[in-house]
């Protein structure tokens, strides 16, 4: 920041006597980018103390919600593509939860308990061969291939290398449409529910049993939702018709309005009064330069309708 402009508030980037930015000084003190952006920003007439706004909060104030949203956003955006289609996928939610536990490297394998400093044998407990690590129960062991060649999927391990299983997800779903991403999800689900049931309970499935599993569970799951969906659809509705009424005895009603003109960089703002019954009192239009999304617009509407029924002592 330049020197001279230590100490400076915004107000100081407005006209003297009256409340508009300065073309002058934007264009002394801001380039071209910085100048225009700040001209978007509407001013209103009525006088306000500047005030902390937090910017991710409708009503202003910091959350930690909103704080942890817009940092998991950001965390997760290059691969919010990949996201946005697992979590659009029709499935259980239970599965989804698992599905994203995989990719976040959380399921308890042995290989990962072992780092926890939990005293338990790192082979795989089915086939004795390798380390259980995510790839290993999922794709490279020979319950996981074959169950993957039993579900007609085999060119899903021709693609699958390596040990990174956020990537090898990553790669397979660029390519795959909901349906198969739908279906390998739900292989990978029973793959560990069986191993699930192998490790505690020494039950063992085959591959063909643990490909039924994972059929007959989305199944049941569709079923289900559709007879939900059934009862929904059967379940009367109060219908809500919004119509204006006419203020009460001794009331008046403000009606309000807000339109954005992008092109020429304003917005316009209009509001009409009306009394008890019906009779016009008092209208007004006005327009400020700048440009607000829709929502904030109407916002700033109402507000400057209320600031000048104020003024005018209703
Ligand atoms: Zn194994």
């Given at each position: 920041m330049p020197e001279y402009l230590a100490g400076r508030k915004v107000c100081n980037l407005m006209q003297l006597d009256n409340k508009e930015w300065d073309d002058e000084i934007l264009k002394d003190v801001c380039n071209d980018r910085d100048g225009n952006l700040k001209k978007k920003v509407p001013l209103l007439r009525r006088n306000e103390d500047d005030a902390w706004f937090w910017l991710l909060d409708d009503q202003g104030c910091f959350t930690v919600k909103s704080c942890y949203r817009a940092l998991q956003g950001e965390i997760m955006a290059p691969h919010a593509r990949f996201w946005r289609k697992v979590w659009n996928l029709k499935l259980p939610s239970k599965i989804v939860q698992f599905f994203w536990r995989v990719c976040s490297l959380c399921l308890p394998k042995a290989a990962r308990l072992i780092t926890k400093?939990?005293?338990?044998?790192?082979?795989?407990?089915?086939?004795?061969?390798?380390?259980?690590?995510d790839m290993h129960v999922l794709f490279y062991c020979d319950i996981a291939r074959n169950t993957w060649i039993e579900a007609g999927l085999r060119s899903v391990l021709q693609q699958v290398t390596g040990e990174d299983i956020f990537q090898v997800f990553y790669d397979l779903f660029q390519n795959c449409s909901s349906t198969q991403c739908t279906q390998i999800i739900l292989i990978c689900w029973s793959l560990w529910t069986r191993r699930n049931k192998w490790v505690w309970e020494r039950v063992n499935m085959s591959s063909f049993g643990i490909k039924a599993a994972a059929t007959n569970l989305l199944t049941e799951w569709r079923k289900a939702q559709a007879e939900k969906l059934c009862d929904v659809s059967h379940t009367r509705r109060p219908i809500v018709v919004s119509k204006w009424e006419k203020p009460q005895q001794n009331w008046v009603k403000i009606n309000i309005d807000a339109a954005l003109f992008e092109d020429i960089g304003y917005i316009g703002m209009g509001s009409i009064v009306r009394g008890?019954?019906?009779?016009f009192l008092l209208a007004r239009s006005v327009r400020r330069e700048g440009l607000v999304p829709p929502r904030e617009v109407e916002a700033l509407s109402l507000k400057e309708a209320l600031s000048w029924l104020k003024d005018k002592d209703f």
């Open positions: 400093r939990v005293p338990i044998d790192m082979l795989c407990s089915w086939c004795r061969g390798d380390a259980e690590t008890t019954d019906v009779q």
